[in-house]
């Protein structure tokens, strides 16, 4: 007598019980391998910072430790130091919108100053080579904010010998703007927009951080005075934000979404010197 062999086979039961096991193990998996891919982005964007706030410093040290204020246009025919190819009206135009040209002399790589969790706004880029929704802002309050014509000074003076704290005092942030809001005075000198309450609607408008101004973790990096650079959650920085029964400045409502519209970005002035209690030190309010 002949035997036929049979093969051995899945059946639709069991084929379906390990469909089932590969997709709860893919939901599970994902979004491991999602936060382990923005958790390197957040590295990533952590030593730009860090490349940036060094390269700041550099310059600084190397102007009588003053830092960059001064808003002009490059002769015509020069190419743009940020990025070659921009041929817009503003492609060199070296102010605090372009505060970047100043420090890529020390850096000679333009990729550092973009977070590599956001997103550039290209037409931006193309036509005036500025980094707009995807990099770090420059704390105008710290620098003295440029204007045509004239300047308006810091309230520290613009220079680092005015920081009382430099490992404790904020120049970059992480932010889809060029600059970090600022808050002039009628007399036209910068302090910063430092109120708590602001921050939180602007960075919490519904309660909890906005991946577009948060984008690692519900924080973002910023770099000091001295040189070095962290991250910072969302409830971090706005603990280290004054409220607006410690600091006198009016509420600022920051545009939305970030970098949308015209003019600069800045708070309503007021008659007076703003005034506040205690000491905030990463806005540089001593």
């Known amino acids: 007598m002949t035997r036929t062999s049979r093969k051995s086979a899945f059946t639709l039961i069991e084929l379906l019980v390990v ?15 999602a936060q382990a891919r923005e958790k390197a982005r957040q590295t990533s964007c952590l030593s730009n910072m860090k490349q940036v706030g060094l390269g700041m410093l550099m310059y600084v040290q190397d102007y009588d430790e003053n830092y960059p204020r001064a808003d002009y246009w490059l002769p015509t025919g020069t190419i743009s130091p940020i990025n070659p190819r921009a041929t817009g009206g503003f492609a060199l135009r070296i102010n605090h919108y372009k505060w ?12 550092v100053f973009q977070c590599p969790s956001r997103t550039r706004d290209k037409a931006a880029w193309d036509v005036n080579g500025e980094y707009k929704g995807d ?8 620098s003295g904010r440029p204007f045509i014509g004239g300047e308006n000074p810091s309230f520290i003076g613009g220079t680092l010998a005015g920081i009382q704290a430099p490992a404790d005092t904020m120049v970059f942030m992480e932010l889809p703007n060029q600059v970090g809001f600022s808050y002039i005075t009628s007399s036209s000198t910068v302090y910063p927009a430092a109120l708590r309450e602001s921050w939180a609607a602007y960075l919490m408008p519904t309660g909890v951080p906005q991946k577009s101004t948060a984008p690692h973790s519900d924080g973002f990096t910023l770099a000091y005075a001295d ?12 603990n280290n934000c004054p409220t607006s029964a410690q600091y006198t400045m009016p509420a600022c409502t920051f545009r939305t979404p970030a970098g949308s519209g015209a ?10 010197n703003p005034t506040w209690v205690g000491s905030w030190p990463m806005w540089g309010l001593y």
């Open 19 to 33: 469909i089932a096991i590969i997709a709860i193990l893919a939901a599970i998996l994902f979004p491991v391998f």
């Open 100 to 111: 970047q040209a100043w420090v890529i002399p020390y850096i000679k790589n333009s990729q």
């Open 135 to 142: 990099g770090y802002a420059m704390n105008l309050a710290i």
């Open 227 to 238: 040189g070095h650079a962290k991250y910072m959650n969302v409830r971090g920085f706005l």
């Open 263 to 272: 003019g600069f970005n800045v708070c309503p002035g007021s008659p007076a």
